[in-house]
């Protein structure tokens, strides 16, 4: 059980990017999904989670109304739509998988909910 993130770069305040997280051998979208970030000398935190099949999903407040979970249709992928950017959305961003599937109405946004972790992509907004 492996996730791959990438989509990752150094865009200016206001634009946007795409990450993706790929699941190895695996339907992704049949696990819980969240994203996490962390910045230099802080703390990694929750971005947002989902749950399998997509049916519930939450955004921590600096998340909401800017960024977005989708997946594909095949189940394999995962995006983060990262909009209108800022220096403080800056860190690596880590995909992570796992959870108790039976639990398909929440999700969670802590990490230890999660037993599977990418390695990360760098997001760098400066101008």
């Known amino acids: 059980l492996q996730v791959v993130e990438s989509g990752g770069g150094v865009v200016q305040p206001g634009e946007s990017l795409r990450l993706s997280c790929v699941g190895s051998d695996f339907t992704l979208t049949s696990w819980h999904v969240a994203w996490f970030r962390q910045a230099p000398g802080k703390d990694r935190e929750a971005v947002a989670c989902?749950?399998?099949?997509?049916?519930?999903?939450k955004y921590s407040d600096f998340a909401k109304g800017r960024f977005r979970m989708t997946g594909t249709s095949a189940g394999s992928t995962v995006f983060l739509q990262l909009n209108d950017l800022t220096p403080e959305d800056s860190g690596v961003y880590y995909c992570a998988a796992g959870g108790d599937t039976t639990i398909v109405n929440s999700c969670r946004m802590q990490r230890s909910a999660y037993r599977t972790w990418g390695q990360g992509t760098q997001v760098t907004v400066s101008s």
């Open positions: 989902r749950s399998p099949r997509n049916t519930a999903s």
